[in-house]
């Protein structure tokens, strides 16, 4: 392998493990106080952790990952919820405010099991989504026509579910119930059941609440995160 610093440049030995994966290497690098920087590679699964940044060396390859103990940043992911109506729902900021508190307790983990104050901000964000099957055509990538006779497509709902912790990304993601897409889509269906009567007024006649599509996990910078929240804020603020 081709280490990211010079054998000899470090001050005292920093002896190389292997590990499971690259999360785990970043983790031991968080554990030591001394750690500055972890070095991953992919094919040996061998990890090691510097007490300074060394200057980097060119490899021909794209096998080695490199990072700081912790990187700050936020991971999201979309719902897609099939019969609700987003301009009546915004007249109504008590059901507003009870499905947003409903997708919070389905999605993230309760406090119980972490310090609150490690986690910087949860935001779930309320889009238009589509009325057709085109975006279950893009999370899923099934060309099909989808039809529901109990579930008929009507008015969807985009959820943006964001989470943002100073500890890491890796930590962010702990606090998601599950990351399986469809574990998320039939745990947010159930959930959302006993809400059907007090959500009528903004859905439509006849017409049920379900779960049509999740997007993958994705994890992004902290920039990225600043910009949904300022996006919630401006929303919030242009329908109160």
Not at 33 to 44: M, P
Not at 193 to 216: C, D, K, T, Y
């Amino acid at each position: 392998y081709a280490p990211f610093y010079k054998v000899g440049e470090e001050s005292g030995p920093r002896s190389p493990v292997v590990v499971k994966d690259v999360l785990d290497c970043q983790s031991r690098c968080h554990e030591k106080s001394w750690c500055r920087l972890f070095e991953y590679n992919v094919f040996s699964h061998v990890c090691h952790l510097m007490k300074m940044v060394p200057m980097p060396t060119q490899v021909e390859s794209y096998y080695l990952i490199a990072g700081p103990p912790v990187c700050p940043g936020h991971v999201y992911f979309n719902v897609v919820i099939e019969n609700l109506d987003l301009d009546k729902l915004r007249k109504h900021p008590a059901l507003l405010e009870l499905l947003k508190e409903t997708m919070k307790k389905s999605l993230l983990r309760h406090a119980g099991g972490y310090d609150e104050a490690e986690v910087d901000e949860k935001l779930i964000v309320l889009r238009h989504g589509n009325k057709s099957d085109s975006l279950h055509r893009h999370y899923t990538a099934e060309n099909v026509k989808l039809t529901h006779s109990k579930h008929p497509y009507n008015t969807s709902v985009v959820a943006h579910v964001a989470i943002f912790s100073q500890k890491g990304i890796g930590f962010a993601i702990s606090l998601i119930t599950t990351t399986n897409m469809f574990n998320i889509a039939q745990k947010v269906t159930v959930d959302l059941g006993p809400l059907q009567n007090r959500l009528e007024p903004v859905m439509p006649s006849g017409s049920e609440i379900f779960v049509s599509a999740v997007s993958p996990i994705t994890a992004k910078g902290h920039g990225a995160f600043s910009a949904i929240a300022e996006v919630e804020r401006v929303s919030a603020t242009s329908h109160a």
